[in-house]
């Protein structure tokens, strides 16, 4: 097998998804101790030390505890090139979620066994399913009290839709909680140490056939328990099958605590074995095959002023085929040009390093002098390849915003420029008015403290917001239309995009259905494509 082949075929790429508040930057944490990245976890709340969540790196984010954008990892374990996507959990960043979920081969959904599933987890599922991704369910926080995991197994299947097959089962839960028994060893893996998690730990293994060594390690009632459980398990459970998995049927179960690292190791090494290498992209009738030695790669994200020493603007690429080679040229679709890619970086969060190659699989950022939008594609010179669009959706709040200081028109209209570009806001104008507000529709209301932050923090622009009446808005779909000439009612409004893309906000859908009624042939989408 040659280099590139094998370099690709060790590459495991993926997100970790959740609810706000399950778990999933605690897990990160933890799969980045095991995998050597970091020597010490933190902790996310920053209670126990004073550390925060390596992967949450905004100063907004450390105030709040949440994750606002996603984060990109990347290490080396037990042979594997892992490349790591912590998403947003909350709901007012799940744009973002849905873009870096186009850039992963699998997902692994963190669950809070006290809890279940939320609404966050249900939107991201039906991502994951819309796009067959494979997705590994990691079932949380067994160090509290916990419903019963054969309640939550039977609400994941019934929810979801899909197969279950628990890989692991738990071993009571709270302070009860022993540790966890492996379907696959048949053994327990009961833990000594029970305290914060900071450093990794080692579980006691122990056959469930011999009572009496199991009795002594969890307890002759816990043993019963267990004994009843798995019994039941293997008479009732769905068989494991691997294409099954592979193919987005069937979620292999992980039961764990990731603040305790209860089986977090286990569920690693499993992973690592289940999932697969990059898989092959469409494009249009296409099929672009990863070890394909021809460099191709779309841009899922662009992040500026991530490093407040460099204000610089980076575009995140996920690699699709072949290999990339630092001093190449390579073919930007979209602009039409040939150029080099600057200043290629790998990323652990906030933490950069530049790199000479990077292959399939692999997330790479490059500088970006404001050339690059979400969706471009990337290639070698002279192969004709364009993946397929990443969607923005229509805005669900609209507010009208406008700089304090009229001094700071540059700045203002700057930061505003940079921030719609990364797909985090997105900005209308009013064509032909003169006016200077800017009309900024958002997917979750939290988006426009983030703005507001971000103005202020990174571009030294403070702004005034009103809140605006509008619930739906629309792309036009008619080339050449010019939507001065239709019949809308008094308060409908017809915007711009930054691109130029005609659009309307309407306060109430039935105004919707009021254009479509009184424009015969007027062509209206809930989405565009980049």
């Not at 987005?248 to 605590?257: H, K």
């Not at 070890?291 to 841009?299: I, T």
Request: hydrophobic share 40%; proline share 3%.
């Amino acid at each position: 097998m040659s280099d590139m082949k094998q370099e690709i075929s060790r590459r495991r790429t993926f997100a970790i998804i959740s609810h706000p508040d399950a778990g999933k930057t605690t897990l990160t944490e933890k799969l980045l101790l095991y995998g050597g990245a970091i020597q010490l976890a933190g902790s996310v709340k920053g209670k126990a030390t004073a550390r925060h969540a390596v992967s949450d790196w905004m100063e907004l984010e450390k105030q709040r505890g949440i994750s606002i954008t996603s984060s990109v990892m990347q290490f080396e374990y037990n042979g594997y090139c892992i490349n790591i996507l912590d998403t947003p959990g909350h709901q007012d960043f799940s744009e973002d979620t849905y873009r870096t979920l186009m850039a992963a081969d699998s997902a692994v959904m963190v669950i809070d066994a006290a809890k279940g599933i939320e609404p966050q987890t249900r939107k991201l599922f039906k991502i994951c399913a819309m796009r067959h991704i494979p997705i590994f369910t990691f079932i949380n926080k067994l160090d509290r009290e916990a419903r019963s995991p054969f309640e939550l197994i039977e609400e994941l299947e019934k929810e979801f839709g899909i197969g279950t097959y628990p890989m692991n089962w738990p071993i009571g839960c709270g302070i009860d909680f022993k540790g966890v028994y492996d379907r696959k060893k048949k053994a327990i893996l009961a833990f000594n140490e029970f305290h914060r998690g900071q450093n990794r730990i080692k579980a006691i293994e122990c056959d469930l056939s011999d009572s009496e060594a199991v009795d002594e390690l969890i307890g002759e009632n816990l043993r019963r328990t267990l004994v009843d459980d798995v019994e039941l398990l293997d008479g009732a459970s769905y068989e494991f099958d691997l294409n099954e998995v592979r193919n987005g049927r069937l979620s292999p179960v992980f039961f764990g605590s990731a603040l305790t690292n209860f089986g977090v190791e286990q569920f690693l090494n499993s992973f690592l074995e289940m999932t697969t290498p990059p898989l092959a992209r469409t494009t249009g009738e296409d099929i672009v095959d990863p070890f394909d030695e021809r460099f191709s790669a779309f841009v899922f994200k662009i992040q500026a002023n991530m490093n407040k020493a460099h204000r610089d603007r980076i575009a995140f690429m996920r690699i699709c085929s072949g290999k990339f080679q630092r001093n190449e040229e390579y073919f930007h679709v979209q602009g039409g040009k040939t150029l080099k890619l600057a200043q290629p970086q790998q990323m652990m969060a906030q933490e950069r390093e530049i790199i000479e190659e990077a292959y399939a699989g692999d997330i790479i950022g490059v500088f970006d002098p404001g050339i690059f939008s979400i969706g471009d594609t990337v290639c070698a010179t002279g192969m004709k390849v364009e993946f397929e669009g990443i969607p923005t959706f229509a805005p669900e709040h609209f507010a009208a915003v406008e700089r304090v200081d009229t001094m700071k028109r540059k700045q203002f209209e700057k930061g505003m420029m940079q921030i719609a570009q990364e797909g985090a806001i997105q900005i209308f104008r009013e064509p032909y008015s003169g006016i200077e507000e800017v009309i900024v529709g958002v997917v979750g209301v939290l988006q426009f403290e983030v703005l507001e932050y971000r103005l202020k923090s990174e571009y030294s622009t403070d702004v005034r917001r009103r809140a605006l009446p509008y619930q739906e808005v629309r792309w036009i779909g008619n080339e050449g239309l010019d939507p001065s000439t239709l019949n809308l009612t008094s308060d409908t409004k017809w915007v711009q995009d930054f691109k130029g893309n005609n659009l309307l906000l309407f306060t109430a859908s039935w105004c919707v259905d009021w254009a479509l009624k009184k424009n015969e042939g007027l062509i209206l989408r809930e989405f565009n494509k980049n």
